[in-house]
């Protein structure tokens, strides 16, 4: 082999691993960019999730409390004549709401939104972008 051969396969050696090169710190990059909408995905359902507890459980308590002070009121005020049918009237009422509100817990827990859905979806782009096409 001449020397200009070997120089020339030196360099077609040198410019593919420059190539390979490229191309891992190119496919690492996407996998960060990946990684980092990931965790942001996360971290927005975890403090969505944190948010919703805590009003949900804040509604809970101020609207029992409504809920069992304008019982009173109204039970005191019918306490002679139709009190048996005042209590009855609220338990009936009460357990329908509580039923209902049971009902809708168990179907929004059904339809939960899919976690990290835009990062499967970035994922599907970059395979079907690095797909060959016939």
């Given amino acids: 082999m001449s020397d200009s051969a070997k120089g020339e396969e030196g360099e077609r050696s040198a410019?593919?691993?420059t190539?390979?090169?490229r191309l891992?710190?190119?496919?690492?990059?996407m996998v960060q960019t990946r990684l980092e909408i990931m965790?942001?995905?996360?971290?927005?359902?975890?403090?969505?999730?944190?948010?919703?507890?805590v009003y949900g459980l804040m509604s809970l308590?101020?609207?029992?409390?409504?809920?069992?002070f304008l019982?009173?009121?109204?039970?005191?005020?019918?306490?002679?004549?139709?009190?048996?049918?005042?209590?009855?009237?609220?338990?009936?009422?009460?357990?329908g709401f509580g039923s209902f509100a049971v009902v809708m817990m168990r179907r929004k827990l059904r339809e939960r939104s899919r976690l990290f859905a835009a990062t499967?979806?970035?994922l599907k782009k970059d395979r079907q972008s690095l797909t060959p096409r016939p």
């Fill in 15 to 17: 410019g593919l691993l």
């Fill in 61 to 68: 308590l101020l609207i029992s409390f409504g809920v069992i």
């Fill in 19 to 21: 190539s390979g090169r």
């Fill in 71 to 95: 019982t009173l009121v109204v039970v005191l005020l019918l306490w002679e004549e139709h009190r048996y049918a005042v209590l009855s009237a609220f338990a009936v009422l009460y357990l």
């Fill in 24 to 29: 891992a710190a190119s496919l690492l990059e």
């Fill in 39 to 53: 965790a942001g995905e996360y971290e927005e359902e975890r403090e969505r999730l944190r948010e919703l507890v």
């Fill in 120 to 122: 499967i979806a970035e």
